[in-house]
């Protein structure tokens, strides 16, 4: 299993970046795939979730309504709209995935995901 993600960058505040998690090695089908934040000396925390079987979605208070994941079944690729960025939203960026969950997404933290990509930096200034 491969996680190879893409799209991040510099922007200023209140622009938008679109990140992408292209797998390879498993498909979405049924999984949960979340994308997770790590600013610099922070712990990693997630951001947004889905359930790609019902296609539920789930964020942080911290981007509810700024940032949007969804998910291309044919591209077997999931994506994070990011907009109205702020300065917080800076950090390493990693997409995670479980094939095979035993129930949806809702609250999952880091250790709940068994796979991982190697992160793409987000830097938003003010």
């Known amino acids: 299993v491969q996680l190879v993600e893409s799209g991040g960058g510099s922007e200023q505040a209140g622009g938008s970046l679109r990140l992408s998690c292209a797998a390879s090695g498993i498909t979405y089908k049924s999984a949960c795939t979340g994308w997770l934040r790590q600013p610099p000396d922070e712990a990693r925390d997630p951001v947004a979730s889905i359930y790609t079987l019902e296609g539920d979605t789930y964020y942080s208070d911290s981007v509810k309504g700024r940032f949007t994941i969804s998910r291309d079944s044919a591209k077997n690729a999931v994506y994070l709209q990011m907009n109205n960025l702020k300065p917080e939203d800076t950090g390493t960026y990693y997409c995670?995935?479980?094939?095979?969950?035993?129930?949806?997404?809702?609250?999952?933290?880091?250790?709940?995901?068994?796979?991982w990509g190697q992160g793409t930096q987000v830097t938003v200034s003010s």
């Open positions: 995670a995935l479980d094939p095979f969950p035993i129930n949806n997404c809702e609250n999952w933290v880091p250790d709940d995901y068994n796979h």
